[in-house]
Nanobody, 122 residues
Framework: VQLQASGGGLVQDGGSLKLSCAAS????????LAWFRQPPGKEREFVAT????????LYGVSVKGRFTISRDNARNTMYLQMNSLKPEDTAVYYC????????????????WGQGTQVTVSS
């Protein structure tokens, strides 16, 4: 499966942004999907994941309550709604996919998008 992330940009502290990840596959529902991010100068970290039913969702501690992951299986697309953004959310955001259930670590994912930059100004 090929993944294409989009929707990044520059937003002010406290603002909102919605990322999209489009997947090119005829078997979208067999994949668990996730978002990871890599802040400047830091390692990539887990943000959120969703199983194929869009029911089992897990979030990283730093984004829980502010970010919402969702997926539209009819459109082969996953989303990340980001609210109450903070400067520390500045990072390159990546979408990832794996066959089977969701994982919280990046080595659990076989497929990755190219990343989209999110910058939150203070």
């Amino acid at each position: 499966v090929q993944l294409q992330a989009s929707g990044g940009g520059l937003v002010q502290d406290g603002g909102s942004l919605k990322l999209s990840c489009a997947a090119s596959t005829t078997s979208f529902t067999k994949y668990a999907l996730a978002w990871f991010r890599q802040p400047p100068g830091k390692e990539r970290e887990f943000v959120a994941t969703s199983n194929w039913r869009n029911l089992s969702k897990l979030y990283g501690v730093s984004v829980k309550g502010r970010f919402t992951i969702s997926r539209d299986n009819a459109r082969n697309t996953m989303y990340l709604q980001m609210n109450s953004l903070k400067p520390e959310d500045t990072a390159v955001y990546y979408c990832a996919a794996r066959e089977g259930g969701p994982k919280l670590y990046e080595s659990g994912y076989n497929y990755w998008g190219q990343g989209t930059q999110v910058t939150v100004s203070s």
